[in-house]
């Protein structure tokens, strides 16, 4: 074996040394070649330990004539750059080969880590994972995100503890069926809340909306008010029926601001994922999105309440998920929005509405040439007090369409309204196949009308329907509506895709189908019911049901 001598004039062996590596890097000791002390700094202790390897000299042309054919050319496989050929060893090669393996394989390691996280981030000891993140856009903006971690017994976020009733109670309301219709009780307001809440609400209340100049605006009491018109705002609030009705009014209008709230929750618990989603800018951020599914759409609070107890309280968007400040503001801008012309008019008619509202809830208010829902079909003189009331001894179906006379002003026959509408009551709630009906058809609403000093107007009885009667040879009805007009009650019965009928109720508790729209008038279908066209409505009738739910013989 040949022998050579370094610089430092040490024997060698006569291993055939290649730029850039010394015999260290094959296995054996030896220190660093000349090459790689001349042209390169020297790699880390660390770097070595890594197992790096070490950056090979600049690749060194050959010029053409010497090069040696492919069959002598050692690392003839190796790339050629420009035409150049490298002049170091394939171990580079090789070795880097290596390393971009293990890259490989520890980048795939990565991947698969990610993925299992993404399916079940929940480990043996934490079972139980939930994800909430929340943000609204606009002017300033702001979001949030917390994750909450624990098993059956102790949960915890960023460090603190959270109730473990408070996760149950999320698992719970996730678990109840959809709901699918706002719900005011569903949401905790009754009776005990607006009462605890008119204060507040007459505080926080402004007709002026605010401003960046003007963030405070004045309350109902700093305004120039009247004292009956503060009076009448506090006797809204606590009221439930009322107030029920500018809740469901409030999901029923088109609402936008500018402030784009979201709010996202995902639950992993025994190895299962949920989530609930809105964006919703309605009270307490409903509907929700169940699971991604937008048919699973419910108006559930319980889902915002459940939500808001697992959170602190400056997190972003949880006082919209509450009934509070947002709750109450909504609500009093509701009453501004759509009662101030009651607020006039109540005001107006002053004491004549005192006895009226002693025994019915005024949901709808106005003085007009025209009723308040629009042109009546018993409607005989201009000027009139129009209202939709309400009241506690009505079956939860029936409401009142009320039309008094108004002049002088003065509201005319309320002694009489009052006198004679329970006959009337009780006449159209003792129809027994009626009110099965009704029970069994929730989203149907009885509509009974009184106008002037009766239930069925004599401009209905005489001239409108008596009139088409007579020209459809029903003479015989027409003579009977004659006579008993005066004991009749009228009703209008709708439902909310906007169909209707008008039946007329005779003393006996026989109903006249008076007209309708549709397919169907209650449980009868077109086919069924003989009749004509006529202007107002898809179809008019002569046809009498009797008290037993029967088609009287023709």
Same mark, same amino acid.
């Given at each position: 074996?040949?022998?050579?001598?370094?610089?430092?004039?040490?024997?060698?062996?006569?291993?055939?040394?290649?730029?850039?590596?010394?015999?260290?890097?094959?296995?054996?000791?030896?220190? /660093?070649?000349?090459?790689?002390?001349?042209?390169?700094?020297?790699?880390? /202790?660390?770097?070595?330990?890594?197992?790096?390897?070490? @950056?090979?000299?600049?690749?060194?042309?050959?010029?053409?004539?010497? /090069? !040696? *054919?492919?069959?002598? /050319?050692?690392?003839?496989?190796?790339?050629?750059?420009?035409?150049? $050929?490298?002049?170091?060893?394939?171990?580079?090669?090789?070795?880097?080969?290596?390393?971009? &393996?293990?890259?490989?394989?520890?980048?795939?390691?990565?991947?698969?880590?990610?993925?299992?996280?993404?399916?079940?981030?929940?480990?043996?000891?934490?079972?139980?994972?939930?994800?909430?993140?929340?943000?609204?856009?606009?002017?300033?903006?702001?979001?949030?995100?917390?994750?909450?971690?624990?098993?059956?017994?102790?949960?915890?976020?960023?460090?603190?503890?959270?109730?473990?009733?408070? $996760?149950?109670?999320?698992?719970?309301?996730?678990?109840? !069926?959809?709901?699918?219709?706002?719900?005011?009780?569903?949401?905790?307001?009754?009776?005990?809340?607006?009462?605890?809440?008119?204060?507040?609400?007459?505080?926080?209340?402004?007709?002026?909306?605010?401003?960046?100049?003007?963030?405070?605006?004045?309350?109902?009491?700093?305004?120039?008010?009247?004292?009956?018109?503060?009076?009448?705002?506090?006797?809204?609030?606590?009221?439930?029926?009322?107030?029920?009705?500018?809740?469901?009014?409030?999901?029923?209008?088109?609402?936008?601001?500018?402030?784009?709230?979201?709010?996202?929750?995902?639950?992993?618990?025994?190895?299962?994922?949920? *989530?609930?989603?809105?964006?919703?800018?309605?009270?307490?951020?409903?509907? +929700?999105?169940?699971?991604?599914?937008?048919?699973?759409?419910?108006?559930?609070?319980?889902?915002? @309440?459940?939500?808001?107890?697992?959170?602190?309280?400056?997190?972003?968007?949880?006082?919209?998920?509450?009934?509070?400040?947002?709750? @109450?503001?909504?609500?009093?801008?509701?009453?501004?929005? @759509?009662?101030?012309?009651?607020?006039?008019?109540?005001?107006?008619?002053?004491?004549?509405?005192?006895?009226?509202?002693?025994?019915?809830?005024?949901?709808?208010?106005?003085?007009?040439?025209?009723?308040?829902?629009?042109?009546? &079909?018993?409607?005989?003189?201009?000027?009139? +007090?129009?209202?939709?009331?309400?009241?506690?001894?009505?079956?939860?179906?029936?409401?009142?369409? $009320?039309?008094?006379?108004?002049?002088?002003?003065?509201?005319?026959?309320?002694?009489?309204?009052?006198?004679?509408?329970?006959?009337?009551?009780?006449?159209?709630?003792?129809?027994?196949?009626?009110?099965?009906?009704?029970?069994?058809?929730?989203?149907?609403?009885?509509?009974?009308?009184?106008?002037?000093?009766?239930?069925?107007?004599?401009?209905?009885?005489?001239?409108?329907?008596?009139?088409?009667?007579?020209?459809?040879?029903?003479?015989?009805?027409?003579?009977?509506?004659?006579?008993?007009?005066?004991?009749?009650?009228?009703?209008? &019965?709708?439902?909310?895709?906007?169909?209707?009928?008008?039946?007329?109720?005779? !003393?006996?508790?026989?109903?006249?189908?008076?007209?309708?729209?549709?397919?169907?008038?209650?449980?009868?279908?077109?086919?069924?019911?003989?009749?004509?066209?006529?202007?107002?409505?898809?179809?008019?009738?002569?046809?009498?049901?009797?008290?037993?739910?029967?088609?009287?013989?023709?």
């Amino acid at each position: 074996m040949s022998t050579a001598r370094n610089k430092k004039g040490t024997k060698g062996t006569g291993t055939r040394r290649f730029p850039g590596f010394s015999a260290g890097h094959h296995g054996h000791a030896g220190k /660093r070649s000349p090459a790689m002390s001349h042209n390169h700094k020297p790699h880390s /202790r660390k770097t070595r330990e890594r197992g790096v390897c070490p @950056r090979p000299l600049v690749p060194v042309p050959l010029a053409r004539e010497n /090069r !040696p *054919s492919s069959s002598e /050319r050692p690392g003839d496989d190796l790339p050629s750059v420009r035409g150049q $050929v490298y002049s170091h060893d394939r171990s580079y090669a090789m070795c880097r080969m290596v390393h971009v &393996i293990l890259d490989l394989r520890e980048k795939a390691r990565s991947v698969l880590l990610l993925l299992l996280l993404s399916v079940s981030p929940t480990s043996g000891a934490d079972r139980v994972r939930i994800e909430v993140r929340s943000s609204w856009m606009g002017f300033g903006g702001s979001h949030n995100a917390t994750i909450i971690t624990g098993d059956n017994s102790k949960y915890s976020a960023n460090g603190h503890p959270v109730a473990k009733e408070a $996760v149950q109670g999320l698992f719970s309301a996730l678990d109840e !069926p959809p709901v699918e219709n706002p719900s005011l009780e569903n949401c905790g307001i009754d009776a005990h809340w607006l009462n605890a809440n008119l204060e507040l609400a007459q505080r926080d209340f402004s007709p002026t909306p605010s401003t960046l100049l003007n963030r405070t605006p004045p309350s109902l009491a700093e305004l120039d008010t009247s004292a009956q018109q503060i009076s009448l705002f506090r006797s809204h609030f606590t009221d439930v029926a009322y107030v029920r009705q500018a809740f469901e009014h409030e999901f029923k209008e088109g609402r936008h601001f500018d402030d784009y709230p979201e709010m996202s929750v995902e639950v992993w618990r025994d190895g299962k994922k949920e *989530s609930a989603h809105s964006n919703s800018q309605h009270l307490f951020m409903l509907p +929700w999105i169940v699971d991604g599914n937008a048919t699973r759409a419910t108006f559930n609070c319980h889902i915002s @309440r459940s939500i808001a107890n697992l959170l602190p309280s400056k997190f972003t968007n949880r006082e919209r998920l509450l009934p509070g400040l947002d709750f @109450r503001r909504t609500i009093t801008a509701e009453f501004e929005a @759509r009662r101030q012309h009651m607020w006039d008019t109540e005001e107006t008619l002053g004491p004549d509405l005192a006895p009226i509202r002693a025994r019915f809830t005024v949901v709808d208010s106005e003085v007009s040439c025209l009723p308040y829902f629009g042109e009546s &079909i018993d409607g005989d003189n201009c000027l009139t +007090w129009n209202a939709k009331l309400t009241a506690q001894n009505l079956p939860g179906y029936m409401h009142l369409n $009320v039309s008094l006379t108004y002049s002088n002003g003065r509201l005319n026959a309320v002694d009489q309204f009052l006198a004679r509408i329970e006959d009337y009551v009780a006449l159209v709630g003792s129809i027994p196949w009626l009110a099965e009906f009704m029970n069994r058809h929730p989203d149907q609403e009885v509509e009974l009308r009184y106008s002037r000093e009766r239930s069925l107007a004599r401009k209905a009885a005489l001239s409108d329907l008596g009139k088409e009667l007579r020209d459809h040879q029903k003479n015989e009805i027409a003579d009977r509506l004659t006579r008993e007009s005066d004991k009749c009650a009228l009703l209008q &019965i709708g439902d909310p895709a906007g169909r209707s009928s008008t039946w007329v109720v005779f !003393p006996n508790r026989e109903m006249l189908l008076w007209q309708f729209d549709g397919d169907s008038a209650l449980k009868w279908k077109k086919n069924q019911l003989d009749g004509w066209g006529c202007p107002v409505l898809t179809r008019c009738t002569g046809i009498v049901i009797q008290p037993n739910g029967t088609l009287a013989p023709p």
